[in-house]
């Protein structure tokens, strides 16, 4: 069974940093990875769609990269902004036609 | 890219009355749609399956007669909630994927609210 696990929890970060969340799975035969991001109340975001076959994907600040065989992928965040601040989430799928299976997220706040 | 629409993104209803939640595929046909729910502080988590002019296949612990789930069309998805209680206020969110190869599409999510 696919448990995929985001660390930190929670992050606090002053405007300007880089930063990085981290997320990590069980079972590496993924099919793809996925980030999202969560504003309060809100729905999903996709962010960064990861093939099981790439490393990584960049989309302006946003750098996601995959590691399949230790079972980790990442999101980089370049001068966080506090409109970064939300809940990020991974989710993984084994198949095309499968479910994804989510992590708990990561709730960032960036602070002025 | 494909795009799925959700409806309504949010509901308050009273305990006891039942609440349908709409996903539409609008430029594909959706053969598969993943319904999720999501609990306050905690992850989304699946609910239920389900497969075009079939019935739905839920995950266990999830009640097949509380939560009503219709698939009749290739561009439509049904979610109802029926009898609501307080406890089922939740994050709903559905996610299809069909005939365009593309992987899937989520929705943009519910917020079901039971007073």
């Known amino acids: 069974k696919q448990e995929v696990t985001q660390i930190p929890a929670a992050l606090s970060v002053p405007e300007g940093e880089n930063l990085v969340l981290n997320c990590s799975f069980t079972d590496s035969a993924i099919y793809n990875l996925q980030w999202f991001r969560q504003d309060p109340g809100k729905g999903l975001t996709s962010l960064l769609l990861?093939?099981?076959?790439?490393r990584e994907q960049t989309s302006g600040r946003l750098n996601a990269s995959l590691d399949k065989s230790s079972g980790r992928s990442t999101l980089y965040i370049a001068a966080s902004q506090p409109g970064d601040s939300a809940t990020y989430l991974c989710a993984v799928k084994m198949t095309n036609a499968g479910k994804s299976t989510f992590g708990d997220g990561t709730t960032l706040t960036v602070k002025p | 890219g494909a795009v799925v629409s959700q409806h309504p993104s949010r509901v308050i209803c009273k305990s006891g009355t039942s609440v349908k939640i709409e996903c539409r595929s609008l430029d594909f046909q959706a053969t598969t749609m993943f319904w999720y729910r999501q609990f306050p502080k905690q992850s989304l988590m699946l609910m239920a399956t389900s497969n075009e002019g079939s019935k739905a296949t839920y995950e266990q612990g999830v009640e097949k007669d509380k939560f009503l789930i219709n698939h009749a069309s290739l561009t439509l998805s049904t979610l109802t909630v029926t009898s609501a209680h307080p406890e089922d206020s939740s994050f709903y969110i559905c996610s299809a994927g069909g005939d365009r190869g593309d992987g899937y599409t989520f929705g943009s999510g519910t917020r079901l609210t039971v007073v």
């Open positions: 990861i093939q099981s076959s790439q």
